[in-house]
């Protein structure tokens, strides 16, 4: 994939939840919750502050992140369900 987001946006691969719950019920698709968890495909340079210096991204390609349930904007790429974030939807990294 050739993209790279302009500014401080970022390119997220949406990451599924799963669609069993603890006891073993199967949800249908009417009954999942929008995924709010995915993995960092692309990072842009960052935004430019007052002085036209770049502010960096707090992220980096290859982070898990979890961001705001209704932020970003949904597009497809070869066949892939990615999200366009900006940095302040971002609400947490993955660790561990």
Do not use: F
């Not at 007052?50 to 597009?75: A, C, F, M, Q, W």
């Amino acid at each position: 994939m050739n993209l790279k987001p302009l500014g401080d946006r970022l390119i997220v691969h949406v990451v599924e939840e799963e669609e069993k719950t603890a006891s073993g019920i199967v949800l249908p698709d009417t009954a999942k919750e929008k995924p709010q968890r995915g993995k960092v495909v692309a990072v842009g340079d960052g935004k430019l502050n007052e002085e036209n210096h770049r502010i960096p991204v707090d992220v980096t390609e290859g982070d898990e992140v979890l961001y705001s349930k209704y932020g970003g904007t949904d597009i497809v790429v070869e066949g892939e369900d990615l999200l366009v974030l900006r940095e302040a939807d971002v609400l947490a990294k993955v660790t561990g």
